[in-house]
């Protein structure tokens, strides 16, 4: 692994994990990584059994407890964000849940960024509140605000950065070193920026977490998440949380994403090259009232983006000048970009936050942190740059009128 972590990001991709994943008994070994498709592994003696149950690092056991396939893309992984260890789970929300789970004990409590995906959000708002885990919500872009809010019995800072839907953006490293000070284990969602974006480990946060159904498995066809973390950490949540509540990732879905992601640092790449147009081509026409993308100079937090990121992403979010109706009247005159949610795709997906991913957050809220009814978020996709404008600039046209 230590020579793994040398290589180039797209060869990491590509190699880790993989070399000597598939012993047969004849010679050959299949280039490919294989599925091991199975809920159970056989045993010849009662004694290699016994021992195995003793050792669980020295054989398998049983697929919810670790699979061959499930540990190709956790080595991937590990290397990719550079941390010591990784885990795949069975959906972004398994791994948002499992590292919860892990990190806090009864009655702790939780500083959290304030826009936050609406299922982690409700996590942190509802769920856990009914276990007696306190969440205080505050705007992560100051980190004062986060140093602030911490209390004696804070267990976790979670953050996202860039965060769904808004690309507000929190400073990593001093984050890190407030929760740190503070014996509270920092936990990020990388969904957005991935580890071709940014390398959060790098700056001191404890765990990151992703959903995968977005860029790293890429072409939307799995539900998949990770946590990658210390080794402690990781060993923690396998052996317990993810194992006893079950977000367990299946072997096809594993393989699948351990093949989308051997071309996430190029698909990443081609994303960032694409959204950037996009978002200078919005920045100009006359039916928009302001665009936010990380990597324009108009954004609020652009110095520190180009501080702590290595680039800036597929996700643009933009207001209309005609607010809702204006969103609706552009959503229903593309004719190449999808009206869907999730993101990540190699096709150009569009929603509206406040009707879809983000209508379970209470509108006083929703308002308050500046998710506005007009608000209409891009994924940009993988199509040739001129098809996508031309698709958004036809069904701006109806919008300006
Ligand atoms: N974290 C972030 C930042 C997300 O955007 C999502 C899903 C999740 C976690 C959960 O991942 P899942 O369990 O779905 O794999 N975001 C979605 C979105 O914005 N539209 O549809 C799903």
Redesign the pocket.
């Known amino acids: 692994m230590t020579v793994e972590k040398k290589l180039g990001k797209s060869t990491q991709a590509i190699h880790a994990g993989e070399r000597d994943a598939s012993a047969t008994e004849k010679s050959g070994v299949p280039l490919l990584p294989p599925i091991y498709q199975n809920s159970t592994f056989r045993f010849t003696t009662a004694a290699e059994c016994a021992e195995t149950f003793r050792d669980e690092e020295s054989g398998y056991i049983y697929t919810r407890w670790g699979n061959p396939t499930q540990e190709v893309l956790e080595k991937k992984l590990a290397v990719l964000e550079a941390g010591e260890a990784a885990l795949a789970t069975a ?4 791994a ?1 849940s499992t590292a919860l789970l892990t990190a806090l004990s009864d009655g702790g409590h939780v500083v959290a960024m304030e826009n936050l ?1 609406s ?2 959000f409700q996590i942190l708002n509802e769920d856990l509140r009914r276990f007696g885990i306190e969440t205080t919500f505050v705007d992560a872009t100051e980190p004062s605000q986060i140093a602030r809010a911490i209390r004696p019995d804070t267990k976790v800072l979670y953050l ?1 950065s860039p965060t ?1 839907p808004l690309l507000k953006l929190t400073d990593l490293r001093t984050s890190a070193e407030i929760a740190k000070a503070h014996g509270a284990t920092s936990i990020i ?1 990388n ?2 920026a991935t580890p071709c974006g940014q390398q959060p480990i790098a700056f001191g946060i404890d765990v990151v977490v992703h ?1 995968m ?2 860029y790293l498995s890429g072409t939307g066809a799995v ?3 990770a946590i990658v973390g210390q080794k402690e950490f990781i060993t923690q949540a396998k052996t317990g949380a993810l194992r006893n509540f079950g977000a367990v990732i299946s072997p096809f879905n594993a393989w699948l994403t351990l093949h989308g992601i051997t071309t996430l640092p190029l698909r990443f790449a081609q994303h960032c090259k694409n959204a950037v147009q996009v978002a200078e081509f919005l920045e100009t026409h006359r039916a928009v009232a302001w665009v936010r993308y990380p990597g324009l100079p108009s954004h609020p937090q652009h110095q520190l983006a180009q501080r702590q990121m290595e680039a800036f992403g597929g996700m643009i979010t933009l207001e209309l000048k005609g607010g809702r109706t204006a969103g609706e009247h552009l959503v229903d005159h593309l004719e190449r970009c999808a009206l869907a ?3 990540g795709d190699v096709r150009t997906l569009i ?1 509206h936050p406040a009707s879809t ?1 983000h209508a379970h957050v209470p509108a006083e809220i929703r308002q308050q942190i500046g998710i506005t009814d007009g608000l209409v978020r891009i994924s940009v996709g993988l199509e040739d740059i001129e098809d996508i404008l031309a698709d958004l600039e036809q069904a701006l046209e109806t919008c300006a009128s």
């Open positions: 959906s972004g929300m398994g948002v995906y299922a982690t996202e769904n969602d969904t957005f959903s159904t977005k539900i998949a998440g949610v999730s993101l929603c991913t």
